[in-house]
């Protein structure tokens, strides 16, 4: 059994910063791709950035410049880091790992970012 755990959501003002992460524990053999991904109310849920094991990132046009997607492969943790947050971030945001050849979500954390 693979277990995720995220934290780090909250409420922030227009222009703050929060610190996402997602800790994997359970039995791991390994780990590959790490992702971030947000839902919206009414929307469909959307990828934000994405990490390689290797380290190669990607990220969606709206975040670009603004989110830091890293990861810690001794702690089978990946991060976001979220700067100069738009109320247009609200969201609920997952974590996505693959592990074991298998793909697991997060619970979701909410962040809202509202004045």
């Known amino acids: 059994q693979v277990q995720l755990v995220e934290s780090g959501g909250g409420l922030v003002q227009p222009g703050g910063s929060l610190r996402l992460s997602c800790a994997a524990s359970?039995?791991?053999?390994?780990?590959?791709?790490m992702g971030w991904y947000r839902q919206a109310p009414g929307k469909q849920r959307d990828v934000v950035a994405t990490?390689?094991?290797?380290?190669?990132?990607n990220y969606a046009d709206s975040v670009k410049g603004r989110f830091t997607i890293s990861r810690d492969n001794a702690k089978n943790t990946v991060y976001l880091q979220m700067n100069s947050l738009k109320p247009e971030d609200t969201a609920v945001y997952y974590c996505?790992?693959?592990?074991?050849?298998?793909?697991?979500w997060g619970q979701g954390t909410q962040v809202t970012v509202s004045s």
């Open positions: 990490i390689t094991r290797g380290g190669s990132t």
């Open positions: 359970g039995n791991i053999r390994s780990i590959n791709g």
């Open positions: 996505r790992l693959a592990v074991n050849s298998r793909l697991y």
